[in-house]
Structures are given as structure tokens and as C-alpha cells.
């Protein structure tokens, strides 16, 4: 059994805009970085995910990006609250739909190994991806952060 998942939301934007809400660090810093990312998402870079509602920050490798298209990250898996040691596959896809007028993004992650802490963790991350998605939505749409005060 591989453990994977997808996650999916239409975007009541064009797909350049919503693109780049993901890749510009201030503007995912509006909806999901609280605590800002360190910079673009571009291929080749380590890019520093902080929340201020989380402690620690992520590092982010960033593996390929297609513009308006596709992002392939790696980070490391946690498991029981601690890093794991080995890193997880998160892809990032971005379709135009209705000509344009919409965007239909999809997030995968996998690569986790195949135990209970795995699993949890799986779930965990599969949770945090939908809400990613919902707040990069109502962000976009609204100008809303609806990730301030989630958590803490």
C-alpha cells in the first residue's frame, strides 16, 4: 500500500493569478506562510516556510516548476511530532478551466513510509493541504486571510 493523496479546489481567478499567489512569497505569506517564506518558489531553490502559529521552520526544496503549470517540492516528513528522516513528495498542479475564468488546483503528497506514524502523518498533512487550499481561495477571491486565528 502506498500512502498518498490528493486534494483539489476551483479558483474563481485566471491561472497566472493564481500561480503566482502560490509562487510570490508575500502573497502566500497572506493566506499560508504566516511567518513569511524566504522567497520565490523557483527550481533549484531551498525555500524557508515559517507559520507563526506552528514553531520551527520548514525548509522547502523546490524541484521543478513548469510556470502557470506545476510545482514539485520536497520536505521532510514528520511523524509523532518529530522529523522522520526522510522527505515527502508534495505536486502542485494548476489547470485553466472555462477559458480561463477558473482555476482548478490539485495538490498530491507521498513518499510516506508505510507504518502507523506514517499514516497519521499522511492525514495530518492531507488536512493542512485542504485547508492551504480553502484559505488560497477565499484570499484570492475575497482578500481574506482565513488562516489568521486557526490555530492559535
Known amino acids: 500500500m502506498e500512502l498518498k493523496f490528493r ?3 476551483h ?16 502573497k502566500l505569506s497572506g493566506y499560508f506562510t504566516t511567518g513569511g517564506a524566504s522567497e520565490r518558489i523557483a ?6 516556510w ?3 502559529d506552528f514553531p520551527g521552520a520548514c525548509p522547502v526544496r523546490v524541484r521543478e516548476v513548469e510556470e502557470n503549470r506545476k510545482i514539485v517540492l520536497n520536505w ?17 498542479t494548476f489547470s485553466p478551466i472555462d477559458d480561463n ?3 482548478l488546483v490539485t495538490i498530491t503528497e507521498e513518499g510516506w513510509r508505510e ?30 486571510n482565513l488562516r489568521d486565528g486557526m490555530y492559535k
Open 7 to 9: 486534494v483539489s479546489t
Open 11 to 26: 479558483v474563481s481567478k485566471p491561472v497566472e493569478e493564481v500561480f503566482d499567489a502560490v509562487v510570490d512569497p508575500k
Open 43 to 48: 527550481p533549484g531553490a531551498t525555500v524557508i
Open 50 to 52: 515559517s507559520f507563526h
Open 76 to 92: 521532510e516528513a514528520s511523524e509523532n511530532g518529530k522529523d522522520a528522516g526522510y522527505d515527502t513528495t508534495v505536486t502542485m
Open 101 to 103: 475564468a477558473r482555476t
Open 115 to 144: 507504518t502507523e506514524g506514517g499514516l497519521k502523518a499522511s492525514y495530518i498533512n492531507c488536512a493542512g493541504w485542504e485547508q492551504m487550499l480553502c484559505a488560497l481561495r477565499v484570499y484570492i477571491e475575497h482578500g481574506i
